[in-house]
């Protein structure tokens, strides 16, 4: 069974930091990678980031470049989302979910139509 589990949400003031899990189990990225978008209330998705599997290329939304880091422990099967210097306007449900790889060019992918495999994670930006 394919397995996308998020965790690390919470409640976090503003300028403060936390760091997502995403627990990949029974899933065959081979040479994509895991990437994470959010949802918002009243807003539409919005993809933040991609970790290529294999070759360890990056991908960062604009809106959250400089901010937020992903990295991975390979051995644990753990994806992570590092968001830092978080602002309200960052409050969401975060999701991680297979993407392409980025690669070195310029990255292209519909975060719209990726499939939401996990629960999510809430982080709720507030003093």
């Known amino acids: 069974q394919v397995h996308f589990v998020e965790s690390g949400g919470g409640l976090v003031q503003p300028g403060g930091s936390v760091r997502l899990s995403c627990l990949v189990s029974g899933f065959p990225i081979g040479d994509d990678g895991i990437g994470w978008f959010r949802r918002a209330p009243g807003k539409e998705r919005e993809g933040l980031s991609c970790?290529?599997?294999?070759?360890?290329?990056?991908w960062y939304a604009e809106s959250i470049k400089g901010r937020f880091a992903v990295s991975r422990d390979a051995a644990k099967n753990l994806w992570y989302l590092q968001l830092n210097s978080l602002r309200p306007e960052d409050t969401a449900i975060y999701y991680c979910?297979?993407?392409?790889?980025?690669?070195?060019?310029?990255?292209?992918?519909?975060?719209?139509?990726?499939?939401?495999w996990g629960q999510g994670t809430q982080v709720t930006v507030s003093s």
């Open positions: 979910t297979p993407c392409p790889r980025p690669g070195t060019g310029t990255y292209r992918y519909r975060w719209n139509e990726a499939q939401v």
């Open positions: 970790l290529g599997n294999y070759d360890g290329t990056t």
